[in-house]
């Protein structure tokens, strides 16, 4: 298993716990690149039914988590909206009604203004209205991924910290071991969720898949009150996210149009994006939050064309990806390790 962000961590876990031989490596500690930085979004609706699918099921296994001994991930039930973008009330209302049939999720679309009288902090004026998701919030991503990791360990599975992947060893259309900067580790099957990385180590095995890598950035701020904007959001208009963030702040990430970036090069914070992202967060708040900011954080990701994220086989036997996850791994990483998990049940080597 290469990379040990939330993804690879979370499909390790589920490989040891079925009773494979797991080798988890990770070129620095569990929980680093881009899940280092990720705000943690954990929410279940989205306009793409497979995303969705799979963030609905990485909602439940965070909860399931969170209340499981030794499986504090961070996670946090602040509510969270979904503002659609151009989607008409009764679409989301069915989407809605098609994801949570039974209301488990407790999904409810509310119209623009039910959602002026309930969520006053927010602007209403583009949107047909939202979705309320009242178990939406976020994880701690690092906790999460070092609590996956250490389950894992408990089911047989070696933890290898700061352990670079050099190069994916094939013959003869087979993948045969991976070799590494503490040497060489033979393998029946490799699964690439290195994130970044993932597309460099890729093409050097003959895989070329569509993955660029991408920069990925947020920003803390000051609240005049913790309650000033009173949940977590996700706006599909802009690309804006926010949620709660600790000691009574807030954690706000925007999309960053920097594309094809070396994912070994430093990645200092820009101070430049407030900027753009002021612009963008007071199309949907009342308030302007980035007036105090707290300082901020910066990872790069691999992003593929649908933003969908790549969970399967490559061509090559016994090599499998889990990668391309556009920013959304930490949602969707349950269920990649479920859908990694079936692939490797059908690997007879393995």
């Known amino acids: 298993m290469i990379g040990g962000g939330i993804v690879g961590s979370a499909i390790a876990h589920r490989a040891a716990e079925a009773g494979l031989a797991v080798t988890l490596l990770e070129r620095e ?5 881009a899940t280092a930085i990720s705000g943690g979004i954990v929410r279940s609706y989205h306009d793409d039914p497979l995303v969705a699918s799979r963030a ?25 909206l979904y503002f659609d973008a151009g989607a008409p ?10 994801l949570d049939p039974s209301g488990d999720l407790a999904l409810e679309a509310i119209g623009a203004d039910e959602g002026r009288r309930r969520f006053g902090a927010f602007r209403w004026d583009d949107v047909a209205g939202a979705v309320h998701e009242p178990y939406g919030g976020y994880v701690d991503p690092v906790r999460a991924s070092r609590a996956f990791a250490h389950a894992a360990l408990a089911h047989g599975a070696q933890v290898w910290e700061g352990t670079r992947a050099l190069r994916i060893v094939v013959a003869d259309g087979v993948v045969r071991a991976v070799e590494t900067s503490f040497g060489t580790i033979a393998a ?4 690439v969720a290195a994130g970044a990385w993932s597309a460099a180590l890729l093409r050097d095995a003959g895989v070329d898949l569509p993955l660029r890598t991408r920069r990925v950035q947020a920003f803390i701020f000051a609240l005049p009150a913790p309650d000033a904007i ?21 954690l706000i990430g925007f999309p960053v149009l920097e594309w094809d970036v070396d994912p070994d090069a430093v990645a200092p914070v ?34 593929e ?9 490559t061509g090559i036997g016994g090599l499998f990806v889990a990668t391309g996850w556009s920013g959304g791994g930490v949602k969707a ?4 390790a479920d859908e990694i998990l079936e692939l490797l049940r059908a690997c007879a080597p393995c």
Do not use: K, W
């Not at 500690?29 to 690149?33: F, K, V």
């Not at 029946?188 to 699964?191: E, G, L, P, R, S």
């Not at 007071?282 to 990701?301: N, V």
């Not at 064309?305 to 086989?313: F, L, N, S």
């Open 188 to 191: 029946d099957a490799v699964i």
């Open 29 to 33: 500690r569990i929980g680093s690149g």
């Open 305 to 313: 064309p649908a933003e969908r994220g790549i969970a399967g086989a």
């Open 333 to 336: 990483a349950p269920a990649a």
């Open 270 to 303: 820009d101070p430049d994006g407030l900027d753009a992202l002021r612009d963008a967060v007071l199309r949907r708040l009342h308030h302007d939050p980035t007036r105090e900011p707290r300082g901020g954080r910066c990872a790069f990701d691999a992003y």
């Open 89 to 98: 009330l009764h679409a989301m209302r069915n989407a809605v009604r098609r």
């Open 230 to 250: 009173p949940c977590a959001f996700y706006d599909a208009t802009t690309g804006v996210y926010g949620r709660p963030h600790a000691g009574g702040q807030y």
């Open 56 to 80: 609905a099921l990485g909602n439940a296994r965070y909860r399931d988590l969170a209340r499981a001994p030794g499986g504090d991930c961070g996670y946090r039930a602040t509510g969270l």
